[in-house]
């Protein structure tokens, strides 16, 4: 079964701190994706990562930056956190979609974050 | 415009009943795929059912079925003989192309929830 961990379950942090949040696959897979859900918004996407390096801005990627040096490791930095940055951070990861496009993303339990 | 829109942000059945989660999607990309996850309150998110723009018939899985009516662009879930542990958020999403990162495009969601 593919397992993605991040690091914290629950965050609190004050205004203006750098907060870093962590994502590991151990599936080996290409892919790694950032989202927060936020209600009546469904999740939206901040950035995601199709190699080592290699980073792609999503949706939503102000206030965002990300680091990909290991192909199992996919991490999220807030450089400057904001309260309107509090929600629901969700990390996934898949294979590359191929032929006929099945390759479901697996998701992370999700780190709830609080600015304050 | 919404690419992905649920336009049920709540819904109650009766236990043992059916019921159908609306779904519909926007696209001019010819190859994309549609996916439903479920997120019980404990927050990880469940893939459950996919359907590719290619596919002929509707996908089934288990209780789970997918309404595919490309011509109208809706991509409904039916669950049937609903049970008490269906109780949850429901979101659609759609990935466009095979070859764009693998990234998908969620809906706002649906809560369903279900009544002894």
């Known amino acids: 079964d593919v397992k993605v961990t991040q690091s914290s379950r629950y965050l609190v942090k004050r205004t203006g701190e750098k907060v870093f949040l962590e994502c590991v696959q151990d599936m080996d897979h290409e892919n790694m994706f950032w989202y927060r859900q936020d209600p009546g918004l469904g999740l939206r996407l901040i950035y995601f990562?199709?190699?080592?390096?290699?980073?792609e801005k999503g949706d939503i990627p102000e206030g965002y930056s990300v680091s990909r040096e290991k192909k199992e490791r996919f991490s999220l930095i807030l450089e400057s956190a904001s309260t309107n940055q509090t929600s629901m951070y969700l990390c996934?990861?898949?294979?590359?979609?191929?032929?006929?496009?099945?390759?479901?993303?697996?998701f992370g339990n999700g780190t709830r974050l609080t600015v304050t | 415009a919404q690419k992905i829109t649920q336009t049920q942000p709540g819904m109650f059945v009766q236990e043992k009943e059916a019921v159908t989660l609306d779904c519909t999607y926007d696209?001019?990309?010819?190859?994309?795929?549609l996916f439903w996850y479920k997120q019980p309150s404990s927050g990880e998110m469940i893939f459950l059912i996919y359907q590719g723009s290619y596919d002929q018939q509707n996908a089934t899985e288990g209780r789970y079925s997918l309404n595919f009516q490309k011509a109208r662009k809706s991509a409904n879930l039916v669950i049937s003989a609903s049970q008490l542990g269906d109780s949850a958020m429901y979101f659609c999403?759609?990935?466009?192309?095979?070859?764009?990162?693998?990234?998908?495009?969620f809906g706002q969601g649906t809560e369903l929830s279900v009544k002894p």
């Open positions: 990562s199709y190699d080592v390096k290699m980073k």
């Open positions: 696209t001019s990309d010819p190859s994309y795929g």
């Open positions: 996934a990861s898949s294979s590359p979609p191929g032929t006929g496009g099945i390759s479901p993303l697996h």
């Open positions: 999403a759609m990935r466009e192309g095979w070859n764009q990162g693998g990234k998908l495009i």
